[in-house]
């Protein structure tokens, strides 16, 4: 499926390539494990992000917008590519060799939004987390690369790779991740400042930064700035109620995996996490309004995955649970889009929206041709993001667009404003939930014993949309995902050999 033309911000024309000059500026911050409900401005009360609340104000919010996989490494592949698991292989969060000759990257040969910014004259950086192969090693068009060996590290005494050598963080990660994109900006402000008056030359390069911080992932208890942990000293946590362990999470001497012994601390922890680094975007902002920089630059916020902090009984995301989890909690994630006078200021869509669709929108805003990365499941928003059309009208998405679909290994999610079905190959269990008089996911109907009159057609659905946006050899639908890493890349089945080593791999994913 190819998207339709949309106008655009930048140049009213989405096919329509525009000059170095008329390119903006993009910072896209990404955070890690943050739930749709751990943000101020989406009605949580416990929660301080007084700058992420700002910045909303100031743009639009996304209210329901969702990740591809409920876990880091596939969704963020999904946010660079456009494409589904089941198109770029990346099933689980990756793990193994990360760094060096060794280390595999996971989306080699395949097209991500980033190269057709470098191409189109961004010079690029990356402050923070990868988590997608290759950890330190610059893709294309990066001028700047600072990024963590692997996919989670303590606050303290991180390990990081800048520009392809290792180095230590003696500060706090959050911090250290901050000074070092706002460094960046520093230098491109000052390349942009020299350029000719006329647009020319190398100066007027606009850039792109991945700020990709790891808050607020674990290590929580005494990992944060007591600054911010004492915001939360005496909460009570009303927005994270602490239920009974759900059936499915298999535990450990007692403890279930992915779940906490000292529950209190870990909410103080993940809050804390949360709040420093709403104060660090803080200052990234206001480094943007120092240097200039921040009415030609669009700015974006979202996570990777969502994140239960004891909803539904589970610490942890997807693989917070065996078989792995669908819940909004897990899937639902924050999403904030602002570039003052192009976006519409203190507007919440509604729209069901994914991370599909957003490498599509990115370039759309910027005024480039978004055509290729809507062949597949994504399609551009960036017209809703408007106040108005070219014609003065309110935007809004067409019906059979406002659906959502996840995949995890073999678990499959649809999910439209009224029914969210989750069907696990090859037997079960099998979930549905009426949404509308259910919206906290509760009384599975699949249990009730008699058939839904909607449940075939979103089985159809369901089935159909994969077909057509998977790959066959990528598929995830028969992979053994058990939400412990993915060793290798997934064309190393059983019985083929490594093309990253001489070994023939006995699992799929190389264990």
């Given at each position: 499926m190819t998207g339709p033309v949309h106008p655009t911000p930048a140049t009213g024309n989405h096919s329509t390539q525009a000059?170095?000059?008329?390119?903006?500026?993009?910072?896209?911050?990404?955070?890690?494990?943050?739930?749709?409900?751990?943000?101020?401005?989406?009605?949580?009360?416990?929660?301080?992000?007084?700058?992420?609340?700002r910045l909303a104000a100031d743009g639009t919010r996304l209210e329901n917008f969702f990740c591809v996989s409920p876990v880091c490494s596939p969704a963020r592949a999904s946010l660079m590519t456009g494409q589904i698991p089941s198109r770029h292989g990346v099933h689980d969060y990756l793990t193994g060799i990360e760094v060096g000759a060794g280390?595999?990257?996971?989306?080699?040969?395949?097209?991500?939004?980033?190269?057709?910014?470098?191409?189109?004259?961004?010079?690029?950086?990356?402050?923070?987390?990868?988590?997608?192969?290759?950890?330190?090693?610059?893709?294309?068009?990066?001028?700047?690369?600072?990024?963590?060996?692997g996919g989670g590290s303590p606050y303290t005494g991180a390990t990081m790779y800048r520009n392809g050598e290792r180095e230590e963080t003696t500060t706090y990660l959050t911090d250290a991740i901050t000074e070092d994109a706002q460094a960046f900006l520093d230098r491109e402000a000052s390349r942009q400042a020299s350029a000719p008056a006329e647009g020319a030359g190398p100066g007027a390069e606009p850039f792109f930064l991945a700020v990709n911080y790891t808050a607020p992932h674990k290590p929580w208890k005494g990992q944060h700035p007591k600054e911010f942990e004492d915001l939360y000293r005496d909460c009570a946590f009303e927005s994270c109620p602490q239920e009974e362990p759900h059936p499915w999470q298999p535990a450990v001497d007692g403890t279930a995996i992915g779940g906490e012994p000292d529950v209190r601390a870990a909410?103080?922890?993940?809050?804390?996490?949360?709040?420093?680094?709403?104060?660090?975007?803080?200052?990234?902002?206001?480094?943007?309004?120092?240097?200039?920089?921040?009415?030609?630059?669009?700015?974006?916020?979202?996570?990777?995955?969502?994140?239960?902090?004891?909803?539904?009984?589970?610490?942890?995301?997807?693989?917070?649970?065996?078989?792995?989890?669908?819940?909004?909690?897990?899937?639902?994630?924050?999403?904030i889009f602002q570039w003052p006078g192009r976006i519409a200021r203190g507007r919440v869509l509604q729209e069901l929206l994914s991370a599909y669709d957003v490498a599509a929108t990115i370039l759309d805003l910027a005024g480039l041709d978004a055509e290729p990365f809507e062949t597949g499941p994504g399609t551009s928003f960036a017209p809703l993001l408007q106040a108005t059309d070219s014609t003065g009208k309110a935007v809004s998405r067409a019906e059979n667009a406002v659906v959502v679909y996840d995949e995890y290994g073999p678990v499959r999610m649809i999910r439209t404003r009224e029914f969210k079905y989750v069907h696990r190959h090859p037997h079960g269990p099998h979930e549905l939930y009426d949404l509308?008089?259910?919206?906290?996911?509760?009384?599975?109907?699949?249990d009730d014993g008699v058939g839904h009159p909607v449940l075939a057609g979103l089985r159809s659905r369901l089935a159909g949309w994969f077909t057509r946006h998977g790959l066959p050899e990528f598929d995830g639908s028969a992979l053994p995902v058990v939400g412990a890493g993915q060793h290798r890349p997934l064309y190393c089945r059983p019985g083929q050999p490594d093309p990253l080593g001489a070994f023939t791999a006995p699992n799929w994913d190389g264990t």
């Amino acid at each position: 499926m190819t998207g339709p033309v949309h106008p655009t911000p930048a140049t009213g024309n989405h096919s329509t390539q525009a000059g170095a000059s008329e390119l903006p500026n993009i910072v896209f911050i990404l955070s890690d494990d943050q739930g749709a409900w751990a943000l101020g401005c989406a009605g949580n009360a416990d929660i301080h992000t007084p700058v992420l609340d700002r910045l909303a104000a100031d743009g639009t919010r996304l209210e329901n917008f969702f990740c591809v996989s409920p876990v880091c490494s596939p969704a963020r592949a999904s946010l660079m590519t456009g494409q589904i698991p089941s198109r770029h292989g990346v099933h689980d969060y990756l793990t193994g060799i990360e760094v060096g000759a060794g280390a595999p990257d996971y989306l080699a040969g395949q097209r991500m939004f980033t190269d057709v910014l470098a191409e189109n004259g961004y010079r690029m950086g990356l402050s923070g987390k990868w988590h997608m192969g290759a950890n330190d090693a610059p893709r294309q068009g990066f001028v700047h690369w600072y990024g963590l060996e692997g996919g989670g590290s303590p606050y303290t005494g991180a390990t990081m790779y800048r520009n392809g050598e290792r180095e230590e963080t003696t500060t706090y990660l959050t911090d250290a991740i901050t000074e070092d994109a706002q460094a960046f900006l520093d230098r491109e402000a000052s390349r942009q400042a020299s350029a000719p008056a006329e647009g020319a030359g190398p100066g007027a390069e606009p850039f792109f930064l991945a700020v990709n911080y790891t808050a607020p992932h674990k290590p929580w208890k005494g990992q944060h700035p007591k600054e911010f942990e004492d915001l939360y000293r005496d909460c009570a946590f009303e927005s994270c109620p602490q239920e009974e362990p759900h059936p499915w999470q298999p535990a450990v001497d007692g403890t279930a995996i992915g779940g906490e012994p000292d529950v209190r601390a870990a909410l103080v922890g993940y809050f804390a996490a949360v709040s420093a680094m709403d104060a660090a975007i803080g200052r990234i902002m206001e480094q943007l309004d120092h240097l200039g920089l921040r009415e030609n630059t669009l700015v974006i916020f979202s996570s990777d995955n969502g994140f239960n902090c004891g909803h539904h009984g589970v610490w942890g995301k997807g693989n917070g649970t065996f078989p792995q989890n669908m819940y909004d909690s897990s899937v639902k994630v924050p999403a904030i889009f602002q570039w003052p006078g192009r976006i519409a200021r203190g507007r919440v869509l509604q729209e069901l929206l994914s991370a599909y669709d957003v490498a599509a929108t990115i370039l759309d805003l910027a005024g480039l041709d978004a055509e290729p990365f809507e062949t597949g499941p994504g399609t551009s928003f960036a017209p809703l993001l408007q106040a108005t059309d070219s014609t003065g009208k309110a935007v809004s998405r067409a019906e059979n667009a406002v659906v959502v679909y996840d995949e995890y290994g073999p678990v499959r999610m649809i999910r439209t404003r009224e029914f969210k079905y989750v069907h696990r190959h090859p037997h079960g269990p099998h979930e549905l939930y009426d949404l509308v008089a259910d919206p906290g996911e509760r009384h599975n109907l699949m249990d009730d014993g008699v058939g839904h009159p909607v449940l075939a057609g979103l089985r159809s659905r369901l089935a159909g949309w994969f077909t057509r946006h998977g790959l066959p050899e990528f598929d995830g639908s028969a992979l053994p995902v058990v939400g412990a890493g993915q060793h290798r890349p997934l064309y190393c089945r059983p019985g083929q050999p490594d093309p990253l080593g001489a070994f023939t791999a006995p699992n799929w994913d190389g264990t």
